[in-house]
């Protein structure tokens, strides 16, 4: 029997190192990403606005990947190891994983988050019991649409009325989905 599919504790593409989230990242993550309404724009959560939500998402970061259901890792330059710019988060579902990502506003436009969507999605791939890899984006975001086809992603469809992004909208917003598949 194939062992389920589980993303490395740790590991390193050309210029990140990325690593799972520890209670100890909780001050870098709501100082670098959590509060920032720019950063949280087209996700599916509000800033936070106390430390104590950022606490309560690493825990419940670190239940998940004791359960093997989700990832959450940060992501740091190689040469910065204790300093997080991003975060990538795969979820998986049965024979899927499902993918999302942050990126520190001081680091858009650099490539860290293709880069590292990249990996992970061959990193799945790769494993005798995944058979997709996928990540959805609202229409709007053509940011996160340019990282899924650098990861060699194929837009599927258009999802309508599909994920509530409450910083955008009070009602769901259309979706691309995207996917690589094996």
């Keep these: 029997m194939t062992e389920a599919y589980r993303l490395p504790e740790e590991f390193t593409t050309e210029r990140h190192l990325v690593r799972r989230i520890r209670p100890s ?5 709501f100082s670098g990403w959590a509060t920032d309404p720019e950063v949280a724009r087209y996700l599916t959560w509000r800033p936070h606005t106390d430390m104590s939500q950022t606490q309560d998402f690493i825990r419940r970061a670190s239940r998940d990947w004791q359960a093997g259901a989700s990832f959450p890792a ?3 330059p190689r040469q910065a ?3 997080p710019i991003g975060m990538v988060h795969p979820r998986l579902v049965s024979t899927k994983v499902s993918y999302g990502w942050l990126v520190r506003r001081d680091h858009w436009g650099q490539g860290v988050a293709s880069e590292i969507v990249r990996w992970v999605v061959a990193h799945a791939l790769s494993h005798p019991s995944i058979f997709r890899a996928e990540a959805t ?5 053509a940011a996160s649409a340019r990282v899924m ?3 060699g992603m ?5 999802l309508r009325r599909h994920m509530l992004h409450p910083n955008l909208s009070d009602e769901p917003r259309d979706s691309f989905l995207y996917a690589r598949v094996r």
């Design 154 to 158: 194929v837009r599927e469809g258009l």
């Design 25 to 29: 990242d909780a001050q870098a993550l």
């Design 74 to 76: 940060v992501i740091s």
């Design 149 to 151: 086809e650098k990861a």
């Design 81 to 83: 190891p204790g300093d």
């Design 137 to 141: 984006c609202d229409t709007a975001n």
